[in-house]
């Protein structure tokens, strides 16, 4: 078991939070007023802090993506212009990457010309099925999933495990345990579509989910976990030593829906979101912009100690 630690440089964490008419303002509440104060249409620069280390792992997130919409483009334009000062390497989807039909022209309208800029300069996209995926996307070779519906890959020093949370079945809580065991990399992430913990009103935390497999990333020393589903984005407060993030809200959104609470360390849910990340020697930089460029949330969480496997053995009660 490891103790969550973290040291955040957020411009949303709750002890940074301003007063609103008098009154102290929730996470969710200010970054509402926020975003009426500055609306996404005003054009504003990009606001990206560049890498801090050199040989770091460096990559793109984004969440419920394929709508082949304006804001589906606009959110692509600004990842282009991001990787300009912060040139990540790839870029990882969490689930529901193509809305509706799925025709091959859907393919192009909801993915490739979004992310033509990127795709042209060899940016690769690796792609975890969400509940709104045919399942044959994965043989669709621009999302890598290599015809697996959950399957696992290196970069750098860092091991990535996407998962199908649309189905949890034995099979791949058999394969997960076995992946976790074999991983020695400094870190592990996991990422898929359904939120393990969630303060959404619409859908909430996926307890069930949770309880298959919670326990594997306690007992294998999981770093951190990336889900969308939820149309917002919202950073959980670290949970059992792990770092949880919930991005789903790179073209589709779910206004007010943020509930706040216990779980929620910042949060956004009035507009289009996408995060970039650096997994250095000892700590993740994170970062999160709107779609008009403006920086939502930031932060550093430090690379916590191996569990000892004996005492990780015990579920998660949560």
Same mark, same amino acid.
């Given at each position: 078991m490891r103790a969550p630690h973290v040291l955040l440089a957020s411009t949303l964490s709750?002890?940074?939070l301003a007063f609103v008419a008098g009154t102290p303002a929730?996470?969710?509440?200010?970054?509402?007023?926020?975003?009426?104060?500055?609306?996404a249409?005003?054009?504003?620069?990009?606001?990206?802090?560049?890498?801090?280390?050199?040989?770091?792992?460096?990559?793109?997130?984004?969440?419920d993506t394929g709508t082949g919409t304006s804001s589906q483009y606009e959110v692509g334009e600004r990842l282009t212009v991001s990787r300009q000062m912060f040139p990540f390497d790839f870029v990882i989807m969490l689930g529901d990457n193509i809305y509706g039909s799925e025709r091959p022209q859907d393919f192009i309208t909801k993915f490739e010309k979004p992310y033509k800029a990127l795709l042209d300069a060899k940016v690769p996209f690796y792609a975890a099925l969400g509940n709104h995926d045919d399942p044959t996307q994965r043989y669709y070779k621009p999302f890598n999933m290599n015809g697996e519906r959950f399957y696992t890959f290196t970069k750098g020093n860092a091991r990535f495990f996407a998962l199908d949370s649309n189905y949890m079945?034995?099979?791949?809580?058999?394969?997960?345990?076995?992946?976790?065991?074999?991983?020695? %990399? +400094?870190? @592990?992430?996991?990422?898929?579509?359904?939120?393990?913990?969630?303060? &959404?009103?619409?859908?909430?935390?996926?307890? =069930?989910?949770?309880?298959?497999?919670?326990?594997?990333?306690?007992?294998?020393?999981?770093?951190?976990v990336f889900a969308g589903?939820?149309?917002?984005? %919202? +950073?959980? @407060?670290?949970?059992?030593?792990?770092?949880?993030f919930?991005?789903? &809200?790179?073209?589709?959104?779910?206004?007010? =829906?943020?509930?706040?609470?216990?779980?929620?360390?910042?949060?956004?849910?009035?507009?289009?979101?996408?995060?970039?990340?650096e997994l250095g020697k000892d700590a993740m930089q994170f970062q999160v912009l709107a779609r008009n460029g403006k920086p939502?949330?930031?932060?550093?969480?430090?690379?916590?100690?191996e569990p000892k496997r004996a005492e990780a053995d015990t579920p998660s009660s949560r």
């Open positions: 709750i002890g940074a929730s996470p969710i509440a200010a970054t509402r007023a926020a975003a009426m104060q500055q609306p249409a005003t054009p504003a620069p990009t606001q990206v802090t560049p890498p801090r280390e050199k040989d770091s792992v460096r990559f793109a997130i984004i969440g079945d034995q099979t791949q809580l058999k394969w997960l345990d076995e992946q976790l065991s074999r991983a020695n %990399e +400094r870190w @592990k992430i996991a990422y898929f579509h359904h939120p393990l913990y969630s303060s &959404g009103e619409k859908h909430g935390s996926e307890v =069930d989910l949770r309880t298959q497999v919670e326990p594997l990333f306690i007992k294998y020393g999981v770093d951190v589903h939820e149309h917002f984005y %919202e +950073r959980i @407060k670290p949970q059992n030593g792990i770092y949880y919930i991005e789903g &809200g790179s073209a589709k959104l779910r206004k007010g =829906d943020i509930r706040g609470g216990p779980l929620t360390a910042a949060g956004f849910d009035t507009d289009f979101t996408f995060m970039l990340a939502i949330d930031s932060g550093s969480l430090p690379l916590t100690a």
